[in-house]
């Protein structure tokens, strides 16, 4: 079968329309019901994390999503339907620990600074439609309660050179936070190798409440251009603005820019390679703020070793009710997981990392050192 959006390998396709490379693993139960291609697999981790020194904290959490796919072709097109849900919300509204992450709410009323909020249950309710109009071009339309625009690169957790990782980044805000949005509705047109996408979407980023639905009026836009010059490789770049996007700053807007290159090859029999270049910037009133990610990943057999480093200059770190001045702050990374096979599709990992952060002087007495450290170790089953 194609891909959901158009005539080409179903390993191009990421979350919500987002592209990847082409030589991507493409993992999940596949069965076929009549017309009907069936598909799901699940990732779940079990984590123990700990943040230190004055900002850090402990916690014993559980997080990851399970995913189910109904697609079929139509005519010269295909019909899509993706559903995707998240343990995150059993975690508790205030998350885990994770330094310099900032972001959301836990209460209405507080910033979450030095943790990663949980997502909600529902990660995407989806449904899209492609028509075929050439041997290598076709138009599509999708539509999520919630969903994902057409803005930057894939959604971290589906990444191929971080995705073993528990451990959401903290260009998080930046980069990919709108993969949950509480209605989408997205336009595209593919030609070969490239793809132009626009979005109609609810900017207001979810609130404090992770089990139910959020609706809202579709007032903000995105524009995102796609380009796959290669197999293993996957190059975009997007605008959005972002209508009254933070729950804690009532009418105020948002612009972004993101840029990104996503890498997938095997570079020796049985050794796979994958990264992640990444940039993000946030407009809001006359500030700009940017972030820059790298990610990798080598898999070999049962073992996936996985890093990431980024840098975000952050206005939250230091909790008031107006933006305070930009802190470029620093995070780096690195893990590693062994699969244990368990059946054909269903194997358990055990893995951990270990972050190195860095903070300037100025945020030393907030943080009691310049390079706090933090840990996790996890438990994962993977069923795909």
Do not use: C
């Not at 996408?197 to 836009?221: A, I, K, M, Y």
């Amino acid at each position: 079968m194609n891909a959901a959006f158009g005539p080409y390998e179903m390993t191009r396709e990421s979350s919500g329309t987002a592209w990847q490379p082409d030589s991507s693993d493409h993992g999940g139960i596949h069965v076929m019901s009549g017309d009907w291609m069936l598909m799901g697999h699940a990732r779940l981790n079990l984590v123990y994390d700990h943040q230190s020194d004055d900002r850090g904290d402990d916690k014993l959490f559980a997080s990851g999503m399970l995913m189910g796919m109904a697609r079929r072709e139509i005519g010269n097109g295909t019909l899509q339907f993706r559903a995707m849900f998240s343990p995150d919300p059993i975690m508790g509204k205030k998350g885990y620990p994770l330094l310099l992450a900032s972001g959301e709410t836990a209460d209405g009323s507080t910033r979450l600074i030095d943790r990663q909020h949980p997502h909600d249950f529902f990660m995407e309710l989806s449904a899209s439609l492609s028509q075929n109009i050439g041997a290598k071009s076709s138009v599509f339309v999708y539509g999520g309660l919630p969903g994902e625009p057409a803005f930057g690169p894939p959604a971290f957790m589906h990444r191929e050179a971080i995705l073993d990782s528990p451990e959401a980044p903290i260009s998080h805000h930046w980069l990919d936070s709108t993969h949950i949005s509480f209605g989408v509705l997205t336009a595209g047109l593919i030609v070969d190798r490239f793809k132009v996408e626009v979005s109609r979407f609810n900017g207001r980023e979810p609130d404090q409440h992770r089990w139910n639905f959020e609706t809202g009026p579709l007032d903000s836009t995105a524009v995102r251009v796609s380009w796959n010059p290669a197999a293993s490789l996957a190059v975009q770049g997007s605008w959005g603005h972002f209508e009254d996007s933070e729950q804690l700053e009532p009418g105020v807007d948002q612009k972004r820019w993101s840029a990104s290159a996503l890498y997938a090859r095997e570079v020796a029999p049985g050794w796979k390679l994958a990264g992640t270049l990444a940039w993000g910037r946030k407009t809001i009133e006359h500030h700009k703020d940017d972030a820059y990610v790298a990610e990798a990943s080598l898999k070999h057999g049962p073992w996936t070793v996985f890093g990431r480093g980024e840098v975000t200059e952050n206005r939250e770190l230091v909790d008031a009710e107006e933006h305070g001045p930009a802190f470029s702050v620093g995070k780096v990374s690195l893990g590693a997981i062994h699969d244990f096979k368990l059946g054909d599709q269903v194997a358990l990992g055990l893995g951990g990392l270990l972050a190195l952060n860095f903070v300037p002087d100025d945020l030393k007495p907030l943080y009691g050192s310049s390079n706090p450290v933090g840990a996790m170790g996890f438990v994962r089953l993977k069923v795909e």
